[in-house]
């Protein structure tokens, strides 16, 4: 039900509208109309250049299994100090595998770097984000928050936990798919299901001030994309890259 292209528009300059779209195998199509060229930063149409990154990135890896670990051959850094001795095939793990797999694509070096066992990760979060450190990055399944974004940068998430809380059935009671209506009184049900035509209708008008295109102004796909965005918040987090197919 996911939308696998995007569409790429040019904001605030002369040369408002689509120009082209993005595919899901990384191919930039251009648009039919007369406007091909993109408008980046400072309004020029030069593509700006990947910089590459020179120098040796140095990379903190606490132990979290399955996203970061060593293997069994190497006991687990219970010193409380930062071991830089232990060569790179021996991480293993989720993002330490995409970490890998970055670096094959944009083309760095890097070494990896065993955060100790027991230390906060507040405390390893502050250290990336010190600029005297010497350590550049870190990786594993750190939890974003307001505080720790105050000390370092992140990138998008990578894994949503999903955690729910289980309670005993009471004794006697049989399944009920509606039992989650007993949570509110009817009147805050009310309220919540106007709140929430209340955004969708929002979420629609700006939706359609933003694209102009015959294709994505169409009233049925901004309907279906306002009710999905509006409903679904009750039950995940969106991170702004979920776009329904037009029906």
């Not at 989720?94 to 066992?117: D, I, M, Q």
């Not at 307001?146 to 999903?162: D, E, N, V």
């Amino acid at each position: 039900i996911w939308q696998s292209d995007y569409t790429i528009t040019n904001f605030g300059t002369s040369a408002e509208g689509v120009v082209g779209t993005w595919t899901e195998f990384g191919r930039y199509i251009v648009s039919n109309s007369k406007e091909t060229q993109i408008i980046w930063s400072g309004k020029t149409t030069i593509s700006p250049e990947r910089k590459s990154i020179s120098g040796l990135l140095r990379v903190l890896v606490p132990i979290s299994a399955p996203f970061s670990f060593i293997n069994s051959t190497i006991s687990a850094n219970n010193t409380g100090k930062i071991l830089d001795n232990i060569p790179n095939e021996n991480f293993q793990g989720v993002a330490v595998e995409l970490f890998r797999n970055v670096s094959k694509r944009v083309g760095f070096s890097y070494k990896f770097v065993l955060w100790p066992v027991g230390r906060p990760w507040n405390e390893m979060v502050r250290v990336v984000g010190d600029e005297n450190s010497p350590y550049d990055t870190a990786v594993s399944s750190i939890t974003v928050t307001a505080k720790r974004s105050s000390h370092a940068s992140f990138t998008r998430s990578i894994y949503l936990s999903g955690l729910l809380i289980m309670v005993p059935r009471p004794s006697g009671r049989g399944m009920d798919f509606w039992v989650f209506f007993e949570g509110l009184e009817w009147k805050i049900w009310l309220l919540l299901f106007l709140t929430f035509l209340f955004v969708g209708f929002i979420f629609m008008l700006f939706d359609s001030e933003v694209f102009k295109s015959p294709e994505t102004n169409d009233f049925s796909r901004r309907a279906s994309n306002s009710i999905f965005f509006s409903f679904s918040t009750f039950f995940f987090v969106h991170e702004g890259d979920e776009i329904r197919k037009p029906w």
